[in-house]
Antibody
Framework: QVQLVQSGAEVKKPGASVKVSCKAS????????ISWVRQAPGQGLEWMGW????????NYAQKLQGRVTMTTDTSTSTAYMELRSLRSDDTAVYYC????????????????WGQGTLVTVSS | SSELTQDPAVSVALGQTVRITCQGD??????ASWYQQKPGQAPVLVIY???NRPSGIPDRFSGSSSGNTASLTITGAQAEDEADYYC????????????FGGGTKLTVL
């Protein structure tokens, strides 16, 4: 069965960096992309970006450009999301999700999700 | 602000039908996908594309689309359907970036 298992909770100080991992199993890792989604406390879902596990191509949310880097390690079927220059409003649960595409590219969907990683930014 | 607009809250009587909508210019070019999220849990995909349900999702969930509006319909709502629902699609910039609606809190009365 498909599983995405994320790394544990993190507490960081403002200005620091965090790197969250997402280990995939149960499918061919390079056949799907991975998107990262975050959710601040009591707020909605926010799409952060996407990485192709096939060739490493990325597409980041405009507001995070320059602060976020997404990578993959195909040898271990693991995706990573690094966020730098952390601020208090980066406090959120961070999810990885497997991204599929259908209908000749007219629909993107996230069919499997990790359990979430709480990142707390506090001085 | 989100490029996809959802009503913040909707309620439905047990066993009745409810429609949750999502509006945005990008929905004229892309289909939406819909996610159910219960407190403390990761989101779950319930509908994607024209009207596709992943395995394990009850057939009381259905999707539709017209113009700039995508809809999620629950026919015969159950108590366990009480949750937050989010639509997702691409933004309208042409850069294929993803965007979520603000979410709809569904209450089953």
């Amino acid at each position: 069965q498909v599983q995405l298992v994320q790394s544990g909770a993190e507490v960081k100080k403002p200005g620091a960096s965090v790197k969250v991992s997402c280990k995939a199993s149960g499918y061919t890792f390079t056949s799907y992309g991975i998107s990262w989604v975050r959710q601040a406390p009591g707020q909605g879902l926010e799409w952060m970006g996407w990485i192709s596990a096939y060739n490493g191509n990325t597409n980041y949310a405009q507001k995070l450009q320059g602060r976020v880097t997404m990578t993959t390690d195909t040898s271990t079927s693991t995706a990573y999301m690094e966020l730098r220059s952390l601020r208090s409003d980066d406090t959120a649960v961070y999810y990885c999700a497997r991204q599929g595409i259908a209908a000749a590219g007219r629909v993107y969907y996230f069919d499997y999700w990790g359990q979430g990683t709480l990142v707390t930014v506090s001085s | 602000s989100s490029e996809l607009t959802q009503d913040p809250a909707v309620s439905v009587a047990l066993g009745q039908t409810v429609r949750i909508t999502c509006q945005g210019d990008s929905l004229r070019s892309y289909y939406a996908s819909w996610y159910q999220q219960k407190p403390g849990q990761a989101p779950v995909l319930v509908i994607y594309g024209k009207n596709n349900r992943p395995s394990g999702i009850p057939d009381r969930f259905s999707g539709s689309s017209s113009g700039n509006t995508a809809s999620l319909t629950i026919t015969g709502a159950q108590a366990e359907d009480e949750a937050d629902y989010y639509c997702n699609s691409r933004d309208s910039s042409g850069n294929h970036r993803g965007v979520f609606g603000g979410g709809t809190k569904l209450t089953v009365l």
